[in-house]
């Protein structure tokens, strides 16, 4: 199993990003799938959920709510986040993960850097 992210990068205050990360070795539509954070020195954070299937379940932790949109491509097993109106706060790596009853993957993690 290998959930491959990518998207990295270093922008400026109010820039964007988007991040994708594909997952191989499961059946991707099967998996709940979300995004997490981890900032220096800080716990890993929950930053966006998206349910299993269509994908209708989504929630996002409320500090980005309104900037950021995480969706799925399941034919492509491909698990989305567009990040607009970055902030310096929004600086962390970024890991995607996935839940399907007990089990669970993560992402090698991709780095988000936002100057201000």
């Known amino acids: 199993v290998q959930l491959q992210a990518s998207g990295r990068g270093l922008v400026q205050t109010g820039g964007s990003l988007r991040l994708s990360c594909e997952a191989s070795?499961?059946?991707?539509?099967?998996?709940?799938m979300d995004w997490y954070r981890q900032a220096p020195g800080k716990q890993r954070e929950l930053v966006a959920s998206i349910s299993r299937g269509r994908g209708v379940g989504i929630k996002y932790v409320d500090s980005v709510k309104g900037r950021f949109t995480i969706s799925r491509d399941n034919a492509k097993s491909t698990l989305s986040l567009q990040m607009n109106e970055l902030e310096p706060e929004d600086t962390a790596v970024y890991y995607c993960?996935?839940?399907?009853?007990?089990?669970?993957?993560w992402g090698q993690g991709t780095q988000v850097t936002v100057s201000s």
């Open positions: 070795g499961i059946t991707f539509a099967k998996y709940d």
């Open positions: 993960h996935a839940k399907w009853g007990n089990v669970d993957y």
